[in-house]
Antibody
Framework: EVQLVESGGGLVKPGGSLRLSCAAS????????MNWVRQAPGKGLEWVSS????????YYADSVKGRFTISRDNAKNSLYLQMNSLRAEDTAVYYC????????WGQGTLVTVSS | DIQMTQSPSSLSASVGDRVTITCRAS??????LGWYQQKPGKAPKRLIY???SLQSGVPSRFSGSGSGTEFTLTISSLQPEDFATYYC?????????FGQGTKVEIK
């Protein structure tokens, strides 16, 4: 069974940093591209970033470009999102999801940016 | 960037009703579109992939159609467990983009 488990969320002050992790199991992680998607409280879904299976191709939403960095460790079956210069508008549940087609999803981890 | 315009933003319907939700892409995306259902506090669940293929385990009352720029999700007979928010997603090009969502509520 495919499992994606996010961790690393929490409360951080504006301007601060946080690193999210996504632990993958139940499939050959190194064969799939991976994604981060977020959802602000009471709002819709927003694609954040994607990384190809070998990390050769990386894409970001304009809203996070220059502040967030996606990476992966295929030996550890793990996906990461380093978030710097955090803003109040980055407050959201962050989901990791597999594949170009963005499925399946993890359960999400909440990031709250507030002073 | 490709914009996805989803309509309606909300609808009220009764159990047994036929429900249709539409997504329009600002440019052609072939059939690179998925439909997702999300219930409060839960991660989205994909219902349809490649615009019209039913995800394994999803009831057959859900169907998708369309190609290019016009796409439709249809629920043939709404059930109590179908009250949720639905999103389309285009993955034809980056940035991937979601529709704004459709909240299906009980009439």
């Amino acid at each position: 069974e495919v499992q994606l488990v996010e961790s690393g969320g929490g409360l951080v002050k504006p301007g601060g940093s946080l690193r999210l992790s996504c632990a993958a199991s139940g499939f050959t992680f190194s064969s799939y591209s991976m994604n981060w998607v977020r959802q602000a409280p009471g709002k819709g879904l927003e694609w954040v970033s994607s990384i190809s299976s070998s990390s050769s191709y990386i894409y970001y939403a304009d809203s996070v470009k220059g502040r967030f960095t996606i990476s992966r460790d295929n030996a550890k079956n793990s996906l990461y999102l380093q978030m710097n210069s955090l803003r109040a508008e980055d407050t959201a549940v962050y989901y990791c999801a597999r594949d170009v087609q963005v499925d399946p999803w993890g359960q999400g981890t909440l990031v709250t940016v507030s002073s | 960037d490709i914009q996805m315009t989803q309509s309606p933003s909300s609808l009220s319907a009764s159990v047994g009703d036929r429900v249709t939700i539409t997504c329009r892409a600002s440019q052609g995306i072939r059939n690179d579109l998925g439909w997702y259902q999300q219930k409060p506090g839960k991660a989205p669940k994909r219902l349809i992939y490649a615009a019209s293929s039913l995800q394994s385990g999803v009831p057959s009352r859900f169907s998708g159609s369309g190609s290019g720029t016009e796409f439709t999700l249809t629920i043939s007979s709404l059930q109590p467990e179908d009250f949720a928010t639905y999103y389309c997603l285009q993955h034809n090009s980056y940035p991937h983009t979601f529709g704004q969502g459709t909240k299906v509520e009980i009439k």
